[in-house]
């Protein structure tokens, strides 16, 4: 099922060809865990599913291709939770189709079509026919060479179109050629791909409406680290952010409303952070994470931490060290690399 090979990158590969559909689904489902929950839509039969992937590492970037059944891709809120992955995907739907919501947005791709996913951010679509190539890149690779990184979820450019195209053409073209780079022109290429990406997203990023005419993503970007940088605080909220900003309620509830809500959004920041604090370190208590987080005690948070995780503080720190562990199993590897990315 996993390859990992040494030398330019590492590749990953599956496929369920030799396996009873049952199983190869059950191991299909496990390996997607740490993106999305995969089901097989109403009516539809795991007795004849099959799937194949692979997946290449190239330092900065993850280059991928998934072929497969109709299906359901779903990532909710506590898919966002559990996983803790904070990138973006840019798929090629080399032959089939895929309809569904991206956040907030309907969205409709169709066979040469190109779609950004912001991992951050939920998903939740039936794919026909699948068979895509993807694009898997760091938040702070990607984010600062466009205007509005947060609107890009479910953006759809058109094979159609001239940029369309030019992406679509440029992810090929690294397939062609993925097994014969070198290590030092793995690099090389995922530095240009993410400005060359960039440049294909600009003029469609200026040309939508993406956010509220009053919201600029500067101001939301300056907000989102001022609330990162006040977490700690137990009392901090909406009338802190609206007093360092002078924005008015309904604009910052405006803003906010993709996300749940702005006392939403602080919440889901405490727990990741949070989260984050109970893998990496087993020295400290759970009191002590709770205090640095901004939550009022130890039983607030692991409320909290257990509506949104469906497991108590304790229980993730357990679940922390087995991933830090050497991964085993193709799922763990696929995490772990989503971790490795390195900005160039």
Same mark, same amino acid.
């Given at each position: 099922m996993a390859d990992t090979a040494g030398g330019a990158h590492s590749v990953l590969r599956f496929d369920s060809t030799e396996m009873a559909p049952e199983e190869g689904f059950r191991l299909w489902r496990d390996q997607f865990s740490p993106i999305f929950d995969v089901s097989i839509p109403d009516g539809g039969a795991v007795g004849s599913f099959c799937g194949a992937l692979e997946t290449y590492h190239l330092g900065s970037v993850l280059l991928g291709r998934c072929t497969s059944v109709t299906q359901t891709f779903r990532r909710d809120r506590r898919v966002l939770a559990r996983s803790g992955l904070d990138h973006y995907l840019v798929q090629l739907q080399n032959r089939g189709g895929s309809r569904g919501t991206m956040g907030a947005r309907e969205v409709a791709v169709g066979t040469g079509d190109v779609c950004i996913l912001d991992l951050a951010q939920s998903v939740h679509t039936v794919d026909h026919d699948v068979d895509c190539m993807t694009l898997c890149l760091p938040r702070d690779m990607l984010a600062p060479l466009v205007t509005e990184p947060d609107g890009l979820h479910g953006l759809v450019l058109s094979g159609g179109s001239p940029v369309g195209a030019m992406l679509a053409g440029h992810i090929r073209s690294l397939f062609r050629v993925v097994d014969s780079l070198s290590a030092r022109e793995a690099r090389t290429v995922a530095r240009g791909t993410a400005a060359f990406i960039a440049g294909c997203l600009g003029p469609t990023v200026d040309a939508l409406d993406l956010v509220r005419p009053e919201v600029q993503a500067s101001?939301? $970007?300056?907000?989102? =680290?001022?609330? +990162?940088?006040?977490?700690?605080?137990?009392?901090?909220?909406? /009338?802190?952010?609206?007093? *360092?900003?002078?924005?008015?309620?309904?604009?910052?509830?405006?803003?906010?409303?993709?996300?749940?809500?702005?006392?939403?959004?602080?919440?889901?920041?405490?727990?990741?952070?949070?989260?984050?604090?109970?893998?990496? $370190?087993?020295?400290? =208590?759970?009191? +002590?994470?709770?205090?640095?987080?901004?939550?009022?005690?130890? /039983?607030?948070?692991?409320? *909290?931490?257990?509506?949104?995780?469906?497991?108590?503080?304790?229980?993730?720190?357990t679940s922390g060290q087995r991933v830090n562990t050497p991964a085993t199993g193709i799922a763990d590897t696929f995490k772990r690399w989503f971790h490795e990315l390195a900005v160039p």
């Open positions: 101001r939301m $970007s300056a907000i989102k =680290r001022y609330i +990162d940088a006040h977490l700690g605080n137990p009392r901090f909220g909406a /009338a802190d952010i609206m007093q *360092a900003f002078g924005v008015s309620r309904p604009t910052l509830y405006r803003m906010f409303e993709p996300m749940g809500g702005v006392a939403a959004y602080i919440l889901q920041r405490r727990l990741s952070h949070g989260l984050a604090d109970l893998m990496s $370190s087993q020295h400290h =208590r759970v009191a +002590d994470i709770a205090h640095r987080r901004g939550f009022s005690s130890e /039983a607030a948070f692991s409320r *909290a931490f257990r509506n949104t995780f469906g497991m108590a503080p304790r229980d993730a720190r």
